[in-house]
């Protein structure tokens, strides 16, 4: 996507001492982003505040991010917004989640049209209650012929279901012999995963601390650059996408290849 270096400096305001704009090559930011967005409910406990709070207080950081992607030129966002596992929370959090998607992403549809970002959705989506789902529906096709930013919301996703569906699905197409086992790649395997056409993350952020996957795109995570903060999501800012971005760049990727090989 195009880097706009004066939208951009307009958008991000004065910064704070350990990073400038300068730090940051334009030419070299990842074309897809990923993020698990982690540290809601301890950052509302952290105040005293019902976890609720916390789930809410992250929308504004998840607007944030998005808009700043868009400024980057990013070619695809991803988050975590709610895992196979997070059904056994208390199903008041849970009622809660699926009202907040259904309203945010309401809310958030103008943005979406003046920012040209394109929806999608990873996941199984049949289980969502009916109004959630009726709302994510909507996104898609109001924003199907958007040209920018891919912004993908991962709900009701586990890796591992994705993985054992993509499986199924070659596995039937074997037996009824449209393919031979021998034409199973990678390239087919990847084409029956909720991520297929986008480009694999190049770059993971996990918030408050937590030093694990959480069964989040396994497959596509393969050779991504991990970055950790210990920011709750929350408190997750323009400024801290930055620095992530500028770790990115400080990183050597050799793919399991040697320096000058």
Known sequence: MKRDEGLLRAHYGEPPADIALEDIDLGRVPSHVSIIMDGNGRWAQARGLDRSRGHVAGVDALRETVTTSVRLGLDALSVYAFSTENWRRPQREVDLLMHLFATTLVKELPLFHQENVRLRFLGDLSALPRRTHDVFRQGLDETAGHTGMTFALAVNYGSRAELTRACRDVAEAVVRGELAATDITEGLVASHLYTAGMPDPELLIRTSGELRLSN????????????VTDLMW????????????????????????????
């Open 234 to 261: 929350p408190d997750f800012d323009r400024w801290e996408l930055l620095r992530a971005v500028r770790a990115f760049q400080e990183r050597d990727r050799r793919f399991g290849g040697v320096v000058g090989s």
């Open 216 to 227: 989040y795109l396994l497959w596509q995570l393969a050779y991504a650059e991990l970055y």
